[in-house]
Every structure is written in structure tokens, then in C-alpha cells.
């Protein structure tokens, strides 16, 4: 599998799938994406990465062990329900807040961090699993 | 009124539990002196109770309601009247002197402030319990009962018989408990009511109704294993392995008599049929005479005592049995009588052990000039139990047999019961309290001397209590036992308790010939323990050895099931998981005759015709795949063209995920399969191949069949109406797919990630299992599959 053009296209590859990955989670409320595909593209990119590199220059690129951004990923998105509580809403009632950045509107709302938990959830997951199938293969 | 807005209730019930969160701190503080200030908790209540005892006498009734789970219905709250009142003062009272008792007894234990938090903890339950109105509300603290019982007969978990002491009280009180709620929920559907209160006011409704003689015996259930009736009395000795405080506070004051209690309470509507008082009367008869016959036997003072204790909870329950007024007169005072002196007993049992070294009666006597506070204590607490004048247990002694004697008919088998029973006693009570303490002076394995203030305060003010309650007979009467028997009949009633017999009757005769009986026994104790010892050597086995028959064989009956369902062959469960999964398919819709009825070939476009082509190729390519790694790669043809699928048919969401679920599926299914030591073709022989081939089959024609039928059913809109309307305009989003899930639906979906977290978790944890053995290698297949099954569901 580590041909030479694998492995020099492979990085470009996944660091676009990546950004790619980022824009179809942060469409997904009006368009078709979302945070669930995001995470599938963003983990297929990392075990191309795997699978081209090696195990270890994904770790080091990714730098924290992926399980721990998949817990990341579940706190951030039951932390997301906690606001409406103070609004005493009952837990994950929605919460808009329309930000004025540089004259552009930019809609933030907790549904959106939930969904970047989901995510994160699905990519810590997925790239556990195939990283440590790649890894075992390797040894 | 002088008590009590709801809030006091709730806060004298919920005292003892914030009295068990400070006690080990206080003890770590303070040493066994903590005592002191945490007895002022159960004393606190025992005021308060007793403040009520006036109104309560004069016939109040309080059903103080506080809401807890409102939309269930399920409220906290409680029914104060004679009986629950009663109750409460001999668990807040004896819980006093318990307290201070388990101060001095387990001083310098280390885990002393533990043992204390377990007391406060069960005290709480325990008033919860006789306390409790709603009927869910009863049942939980009737659990609660059961599992601190658990913990304080385990308090000594390093010994094995502790652990099964414990064990076997939790499963045979803990089972009798999940009947008495079979029998809660059957009595709330068939009355309407969820509180005892309005259960109690019901009147005729259980006792006319078809389902009566279920609600009894799952009633009962409950109330026999909780108070320890024959052939359910085993586990109430074996708890004796508990320290001493908890053997006197549970298992002869408080926790045993919660049967009793329900039994009592539930009398207005559920007593005084045919039934009743043919079950009740036979097994406390039974336990009584069992119970008193194998205490005889012990040479050991708790066992002796907790074999009187079964036979006097027996004695209760026939007496209650009876449903005759005069009858319950008597057990109610045996109540109040039984309370004070098996929990001096207890205490002064316990005392001998921890000053003398052992409590073995054989290896005992002369210790009253050593401790003689203990002894004067132990004399007034037996001259109680032998039903002896002056005390409170002689006038319970002449009430039961007046109750009993008076009726025509079964009565004479009763009598002759309560009477040998009540010999029988005399002769625990007398070898309990006489013999360690007279004859010369036996050399014991510690140098014996009177224990601290601690240990003997609760068996001096417990059995001075006997004799007040006696020399006070008419206040007795009038604020204790009239209350309590009102609430067991039902209607308001005066009880004269007299201390002096009026004339000279049938319960004077009975009395006497009591004693005499007893007397003689008595002298003849050794002649007797070695004749029952020889009958219960003839008979060898009890429920007991039962008990351990029943686990072991409930253990190798799951050992043989698991071995049989999970054999540890990949091929076996797979091939189980289809065929379920085709019958779950095939079975509903044969039997519901819902078979699509035509197949209508629509007319297909010729890319449909394409997408079709490929997912054809696609299966043929899985069939005729010469190597495994090939058939993977195939079988996502075959995913790539159900995607298409989506895509032509208006759904870019799911046919987005599905092309990213299939790519990852054959990378992951490719890298497990060079992990396992597989050989690369399939060597299947044409059999099996053939089975498999069916099962496939058979589930593609079950889901097309389903499918098809669906997509033929009245398609609903007002789901899709719904969110379409509103997906806009509540949560600003066009997409509706991912606002129903990160929004309308978003608590599934965090339901859904945390299954996808763990299963990643579960994976990771089976891939580092090292290959040592070929199972590993198996199972990291099979996980690698689910999660991504999972993970599809997730989404889908």
C-alpha cells in the first residue's frame, strides 16, 4: 500500500478531507452534512493517513490519544444542553445568539455545539478503532 | 393541634439518615463518646412521637403528604395512628439505648463510625416503614430495611459465614419484599388507591373481590420471610453472626416485626376471613412450637435468644390470625411486652460476651457478684418473658390465653400451642438469664467484670420499662395498646388492662400450669437439648441446608444455560443472530397474513436500471469471489449502490453516510481480516454452505417482503407535516434531517453517541488483548463489525 505517490499525496489528502470534514459539519443545519458525516470523512482521513504514514505520525499529528477527543466530544455535547436550565427551559431547549462579527451575522446556538460533540464522538471513536487495527497490522 | 405540619414527619423520619452521614466523622472525633450526642437523634424522635401519643389515643388520625415523584403520583407520605405510633417510639426508644449500647460495645472497632452510619441508616428506613402511607413509598423503605440488614450483618464481611449470613437474609427478606409489591400493585389496580390510608377506608372491596386470595399470599409473602415464619425462620439465627446491637435492635425489637406490623395494619381489610385465619393461625402456630423446640437445643445465648424471637414473632402472627378482638388485645401487648425484654436480653447477651469472652451457657455461671447491674437487668427482663407477675409480659400471658380461650371450636389445639410455647420460653428465659449468672463460679476466657455505663444503661431502662408498663396498666391501656388494637380491628375500641386478674379464670388456671410446665422442663433442660438434638440429627436436613441446595443448584443451572447459549464458536452465534433475525422477519409477517399482495414493477429510467446493474454485479461478484479480502471489497459494490439508491430517491443526507459507513466498513472489515489467522479462501463444505446460502436467503425475502408492504401501506404525513412546519421556525434550520437530530430528537442522539463511545471503548479494549489465543482473534471480529453497525445506527 506505502507507494510513493500514496505516500506524498496522502497528507494533502487528508488534511483537505479534514477541512472538508469541518465544512460539511458546520452546513449541516440548513444543507446536507452535519456532524455525523463530518466525523465519518474526518476518520476515513485519518486511517488514509494511517494507512499511508504509519500509525505513529497520525498520533503525533493528532497529538491527543483520539479516545480522549471522543469523551471530549460526549461532555461537550451534554454540556450543550445545560443552558436552558438557567433559562428555566427544560434540558437541551435550544438557545440562539445572533453574533455581529466584522458586519457579518453569524448564527451561534447550542444545537451546533452539540452537533460538533457528535463530531468529535465520531471521529475519536472510528479512528480509535482503525488506528489500532493499523497498528497491530504494523507490529 | 399540638404536632406537626407535614415538614416535622418528613424531618423525624429523615433525621437518622443525616445522623448516618456525620457518625463516622464524629466517631473519628469524638471515639465510642459519640455515642452521647448521636443518641440524642433517636431521642429527639422519641419525644416528638410521644408528644403525638395524646391526640392519638383520643382517636386523631394524620396522613402527613409531602409530593415526591409528581408525575407518577408517587408521594412521601405518612400514616400516623396507634399502631404506626407505637412503632415508632419502640424503634426511636430502643434505637436510643442501641445506640448507646453499639457506643460501648464496638469501642476502638475501627470501623465503628461505619457500624454506627448502618444503625442510623436501617432506624430511618425502619420508621419510614411502619410510617409510610403511600404503598410504593412502604415498599422502598421495606427494601431499604432488607439492604441495611444486609450491611450490618455483614458489618464482619472478612468471615465467610458473615457474608452468607448476610447473603441469605438479603435474598429470602429482599424475595418476600418483590412479593409484597406483586402484592401492592394487584391491591392499587384493584382498589384505585395508592395509599394505605385510603386503602384502609376501602372496607369490604379486597376481602369481595375474585383476586383476593392472590393479593393475601403475595401479602403474605411478604410478611413471613420479613418476620421470619416457619419454613422461612432460617435465616433470622443465622444473622445472629451480626454484632450484638444489631442483633438486638433488628432482629428482635424492630426489623422482624415489620411483618407483623403489615400484617396488623392490613387486618381491617385483608383479616377475619376463611382464609386468614386458617394460614395465619397453622404457620405461627407451627413457627411458634418449631421456634421454641429448637432454642431448647442451643447452648449458645443469641442463638437461644433468636430462636425465641422466631417463636414469639410465630405466637404473634397466630394470635392475629385469630382475628378475635380479645386475642389481639393479647398481641398487642406481647408487642410491646416482647419489644422491651428481647431487646434487654439481647443487650445483656451481648454484655456477658464482651466481658466474660464467650456467650457458650455451658461454659457459664456465677458471674453475679461480678456484674451484678447486668444480672439485676437480666432477672427483670426474664421475669418478663417467662410471663411473669409483675411485669408487662405476664399481662400480655393472661390477655392471649383469655383471647384464646374464650372462643369455642379450634381454640383448644391453640391453647395447647400457646401454651407449650409459652413453657418453653420460660425455660429459654431462666437458662438465658439465671444460669450464666447463679451456681458457683466457672472460670471464663476473660477475667469478668460489670461492663461500662454504655453497655448496661438500654437492659436497665428497657426492663424497668417492662415493670412500669405493668404497674401502670390502665395509662398502658389507654395510650398504647386501646390505639394499637383500634388501628388492627379497624374501629375504635378501650382496652382495660389490668395488672391484677379480676377473678380467678381459665387464663390464671393457664397461667399456672404455664409455669409449672416450665419449671419442670426446666430442671429436665439437658435431658431435653440432647433429645432434640438427637431428632434433628435423625431428620438432617431443614431449610436451611435448603437454602444452599437452592443456590448451587441455581448456580449450575446458569453455568450449564451459559455454556450451552455461549459455546464460544464465532460460526454458532453468527448463524443463531440470522436465524433469529429471518425469523423475526418471516414469522409476524406470515402470521399476521401481511405478505405484500402484487408486485407492481414501476417503470424504471435506465440509470435506475443501472444503479440496479451494479448492485447485481455486486452480488455477483460476493458469490463468485475466489479469496475473503475479494468477497469484502464486493459487498461494498453492493452498499455503494444502495447509496445511489438514496441519492436518486431525494435523501443526499442518508446517502452521504451510507457511502461513508461502507467505505469504512470494508477498510476496517480488510484490516481485521489480515489480523486474523483466517485462511484467505473459504473452505466451507457444500452443506453448510448451502445452510448459510438459506439463511441469507430467507432474510432478504423477509426485509424485501417488509419493505415492500410498507412502502403499499397509507403513508401518515403528520410526522413529516410537523417538522417541516416547524423545522423553519423553531429551530432555524433547512435541513431536516439534522435538526430532528441535533434538535427535535437531540437527547436519542446523545443516547446514541455515548453507545458509540463505549463501543469504540469495547473495541479498543479487544484489540489489545493479546493474540495468544485464537478466541481473541475471533472476537476482535465480531466487535469490529458491531461497532460499525452501531455506528450506522447511530445515524440511520
Known amino acids: 500500500m506505502r507507494t510513493i505517490i500514496f505516500r506524498t499525496i496522502a497528507p494533502y489528502l487528508a488534511a483537505l478531507m479534514v477541512l472538508f470534514s469541518i465544512f460539511v459539519l458546520l452546513r449541516g443545519h440548513n444543507e446536507p452534512g452535519g456532524g455525523f458525516i463530518g466525523g465519518l470523512i474526518a476518520a476515513s482521513a485519518f486511517a488514509i493517513y494511517g494507512i499511508a504514514c504509519g500509525v505513529a505520525a497520525v498520533r503525533r499529528a493528532i497529538s491527543l490519544h483520539p479516545m480522549s477527543i471522543s469523551a471530549a466530544g460526549l461532555f461537550v455535547a451534554g454540556l450543550s444542553g445545560l443552558p436552558s436550565l438557567f433559562m428555566a427551559q427544560p434540558f437541551m431547549t435550544s438557545q440562539w445568539w445572533y453574533l455581529n462579527l466584522f458586519g457579518v451575522e453569524v448564527p451561534l446556538s447550542t444545537p451546533l455545539f452539540f452537533d460538533i460533540g457528535v463530531y468529535l464522538v465520531v471521529v475519536g471513536s472510528i479512528t480509535s478503532i482503525a488506528l489500532a487495527l493499523e497498528e497491530r497490522e504494523s507490529d | 393541634m399540638a404536632l406537626t405540619g407535614s415538614e416535622a414527619t418528613v424531618f423525624a423520619v429523615l433525621a437518622p439518615f443525616a445522623a448516618a452521614l456525620v457518625a463516622p466523622a464524629l466517631t473519628r472525633l469524638m471515639g465510642a463518646n459519640a455515642a452521647w450526642p448521636l443518641a440524642l437523634v433517636p431521642a429527639g424522635i422519641f419525644l416528638f412521637f410521644a408528644g403525638l401519643v395524646p391526640d392519638v389515643a383520643a382517636g386523631a388520625r394524620y396522613t402527613p ?38 457506643g460501648g460495645y464496638l469501642k476502638g472497632h475501627p470501623h465503628q463510625g461505619r457500624f454506627l452510619s448502618f444503625l442510623f441508616m436501617f432506624m430511618g428506613a425502619m420508621l419510614g416503614l411502619v ?123 424492630t426489623m422482624v416485626k415489620a411483618g407483623v406490623y403489615l400484617l396488623m395494619r392490613m387486618h381491617p381489610v385483608l383479616g377475619d376471613t376463611v382464609l386468614w385465619t386458617t394460614i395465619l393461625p397453622l404457620f405461627g402456630g407451627a413457627t411458634l412450637i418449631v421456634g ?78 461480678a456484674m451484678p447491674i447486668t444480672f439485676a437487668a437480666a432477672c427483670l427482663a426474664a421475669l418478663s418473658m417467662s410471663g411473669l407477675p409483675p411485669f408487662v409480659g405476664f399481662i400480655a400471658k393472661e390477655y392471649l390465653y383469655a383471647g384464646i380461650w374464650g372462643e369455642g371450636g379450634v381454640p383448644l389445639t391453640l391453647t395447647a400451642v400457646a401454651v407449650i410455647g409459652n413453657a418453653l420460653m420460660l425455660v429459654i428465659a431462666a437458662a438465658v438469664a439465671i444460669k450464666p449468672f447463679l451456681g458457683p463460679k466457672v472460670d471464663t476466657p476473660k477475667h469478668a467484670h460489670e461492663g461500662p455505663l454504655l453497655l448496661y444503661a438500654g437492659p436497665v431502662v428497657l426492663s424497668l420499662t417492662g415493670l412500669a408498663a405493668a404497674l401502670l396498666a390502665h395509662d398502658t391501656g389507654v395510650y398504647f395498646i386501646s390505639p394499637v388494637v383500634s388501628s388492627i380491628l379497624g374501629n375504635q375500641v378501650a382496652v382495660d388492662v389490668h395488672l391484677v386478674p379480676g377473678y380467678i379464670g381459665a387464663a390464671l388456671i393457664l397461667s399456672v400450669v404455664t409455669v409449672v410446665l416450665g419449671i419442670v422442663l426446666f430442671l429436665k433442660i439437658d435431658a431435653l437439648r440432647d433429645a432434640m438434638a438427637r431428632l434433628l440429627a435423625a431428620i438432617g436436613w431443614g ?21 450451552r447459549l455461549q459455546g464460544g464458536r464465532m460460526d454458532v452465534y453468527m448463524t443463531m443472530t440470522f436465524l433469529v433475525t429471518a425469523a423475526a422477519l418471516l414469522v409476524p409477517l406470515t402470521l ?92 466451507r463444505p457444500m452443506l453448510p454452505r448451502l445452510f448459510h446460502g438459506a439463511i441469507a436467503l430467507a432474510i432478504g425475502v423477509g426485509l424485501a417482503g417488509l419493505l415492500i408492504r410498507i412502502t403499499q401501506m397509507p403513508f401518515d404525513r403528520s410526522l413529516s407535516d410537523f417538522f417541516e412546519q416547524y423545522s423553519r421556525t423553531i429551530a432555524h434550520g433547512r435541513n431536516i434531517v439534522n435538526v430532528i437530530l441535533v434538535d427535535f430528537r437531540g437527547f436519542d442522539t446523545f443516547g446514541e453517541i455515548a453507545v458509540v463511545m463505549l463501543a469504540g471503548l469495547c473495541v479498543l479494549a479487544l484489540i489489545r488483548v493479546r493474540p495468544t489465543k485464537d478466541r481473541a482473534a475471533a472476537l476482535d471480529h465480531a466487535a469490529g463489525d458491531e461497532a460499525l453497525q452501531k455506528s450506522g445506527e447511530a445515524r440511520l
Open chain 2, 65 to 102: 403528604t409531602l409530593e415526591w415523584v409528581p408525575s407518577y403520583g408517587v408521594t412521601l407520605s405518612f400514616y400516623i395512628d396507634g399502631l404506626s405510633t407505637l412503632f415508632a417510639l419502640l424503634i426511636s426508644g430502643i434505637g436510643t439505648f442501641i445506640i448507646l449500647y453499639a
Open chain 2, 131 to 253: 410510617l409510610g402511607n403511600d404503598l410504593i413509598t412502604l415498599f422502598i423503605f421495606w427494601e431499604l430495611t432488607s439492604i441495611t440488614s444486609f450491611l450490618l450483618i455483614g458489618f464482619d464481611h472478612l468471615r465467610a459465614a458473615s457474608r452468607r449470613a448476610a447473603i441469605q437474609a438479603l435474598v429470602v427478606t429482599g424475595g418476600g419484599g418483590l412479593s409484597l409489591l406483586a402484592g401492592f400493585l394487584v391491591i392499587m389496580s384493584v382498589t384505585g388507591e395508592a395509599s394505605m390510608s385510603a386503602v384502609l377506608a376501602s372496607g369490604d372491596v379486597l376481602r369481595e373481590h375474585a383476586l383476593y386470595p392472590l393479593i393475601l399470599l403475595l401479602v403474605l409473602g411478604g410478611a413471613f420471610t420479613k418476620s421470619a415464619q416457619f419454613p422461612f425462620h432460617f435465616w433470622l439465627p443465622n444473622a445472629m453472626e451480626a454484632p450484638t446491637p444489631v442483633s438486638a435492635f433488628l432482629h428482635s425489637a
Open chain 2, 292 to 369: 421454641t423446640l429448637l432454642a431448647v437445643r442451643q447452648t449458645d445465648l443469641k442463638l437461644m435468644l433468636a430462636y425465641t424471637t422466631v417463636a414469639s414473632l410465630g405466637l404473634l402472627v397466630m394470635l392475629t390470625g385469630t382475628s378475635w378482638e380479645k386475642a389481639i388485645e393479647g398481641a398487642a401487648l406481647y408487642l410491646l411486652a416482647h419489644s422491651l425484654f428481647k431487646g434487654a436480653l439481647f443487650m445483656v447477651a451481648g454484655t456477658i460476651d464482651h466481658e466474660a469472652g464467650t456467650r457458650d451457657v455451658t461454659r457459664l455461671g456465677g458471674l453475679r457478684k
Open chain 2, 543 to 563: 431449610p436451611d441446608k435448603g437454602f444452599d441446595q437452592a443456590i448451587a443448584g441455581i448456580v449450575a443451572f446458569s453455568g450449564w444455560l451459559t455454556r
Open chain 2, 592 to 683: 399476521t397474513g401481511n405478505w405484500p399482495d402484487t408486485l407492481e414493477m414501476p417503470g424504471f429510467r435506465f440509470y435506475e436500471w443501472g444503479v440496479l446493474a451494479i448492485a447485481l454485479s455486486g452480488l455477483f461478484a460476493v458469490l463468485v469471489a475466489r479469496t475473503r479480502l475479494t468477497a469484502i471489497v464486493s459487498l461494498g459494490i453492493q452498499g455503494f449502490a444502495v447509496a445511489l439508491v438514496f441519492m436518486l430517491f431525494g435523501a443526499p443526507d442518508l446517502s452521504f453516510t451510507q457511502f461513508m459507513v461502507e467505505t469504512l466498513s470494508v477498510v476496517i472489515l480488510a484490516l481485521v481480516m489480515t489480523r486474523l489467522n483466517l485462511q484467505p479462501r473459504d473452505h
